[in-house]
């Protein structure tokens, strides 16, 4: 572990279940555990419920008169349409109109917010933007992030948090757990129905103790944070940087991603406008390089991040991410492609330093439930 100066609450309870605690963002992470396997927690979240430490987010409050004209200068959404109780995805851009970081922004009051990003530059974003003005950017690492994700998450939750089956899909409520100060957010980063439980440092060994005990006997068990590439390759949600250019730099030009070549344009409110990079956005569309796309490939085995993707022999493409679901029986990788090959049914090969050449034809994400009626789901 390098470089680490966030620590979670949590490291000893990684380490009995033999993690090192590789360093992201700051912070020491269950990046694997030498026990338990990845396929039997990918089906747990598949199937039941997994539960992960994802404290390694970066919280951030925003608050002060000014709070809502900062994160509109920062990100991507309009804040106006976003009330308290509620949250969304949203995206951070350079002046280049190039993405820098991903995040969720909370409402918790008029002048309240909460944003939750990853390794990026949100954190100095916000800061930038809230120079001059009547705003405190303040940065919480008391605050854990435990991911408690599944179909039977809700049903576990439901004993101890009335109401719980009502929380909308992108909604958040103050509560309690356990005796314990908790926020739960029906967010999460697996394709399924979930749940986010922000906890005092303080409280997350005793809740995360409580909710696999107690959860035993639905199946819930410990997950690693590498068992989230499974299920995001599936369900189409990337990880800045890993299926960035940042991480895989083209020869001629330095890194960085349109939110177009991406396929997150989405992230930016109907017709807004004065957020950073907004106009470099804007003139950008109908320019992409390249598009991030989905690959079925045939068998069983997974190329490595950064496998070349050829076509006619001649590479034109690199796989981010790649994944074999032991429930669906597919191979499913994330890669960068030309934009003529971002369709359905093109043919092509991944050259695999391990396994060889593995045939390959483009589809479009999320492949794994594409209308998103799992994670949205009522009642």
Known sequence: MTNSWRFSTLGDRHRALGSQLEDWSGMGTAWSYASGDPDAEYMAIRTKAGLMDVSGLKKVHVTGAAASHVIERATTRNMEKLMPGRS?????????GKLIDDCVIYRMGPNSFMVVHGSG???????MAASGRDVSVRFDDNLHDLSLQGPLAVDFLAKHVPGIRDLPYFAHVQTSLFGKPIMISRTGYTGERGYELFVRGQDAPMIWDRILEEGAEMGIIPCRFTTLDML??????????????????????????????????FTVSPGKQGFRGAEEHYRLKGRERFKIWGLKL????????????????????????????????WTLAIARLPVDCANEGTKLMVNCATHGEIPATTGAMPFYDPE??????KG
């Open 88 to 96: 969304v995805y949203a995206a951070m851009l350079n002046d280049g």
């Open 121 to 127: 530059q949100g954190f100095e974003q916000l800061t």
């Open 232 to 265: 995001r390759t599936e369900s189409y949600l990337l990880f800045f940087p890993y299926d960035n250019s940042e991480m895989y730099p083209f020869d001629d030009q330095p890194g960085g991603d349109t939110l177009w070549e991406l396929g997150l344009d």
């Open 298 to 329: 045939e068998g069983d085995k997974v190329p490595g991040n950064g496998a070349p993707v050829l076509q006619d022999g001649k590479q034109i493409g690199v796989v981010t991410q790649a994944m074999h679901s032991p429930l669906n029986d």
């Open 372 to 377: 998103k009626k799992r994670r949205t789901v």
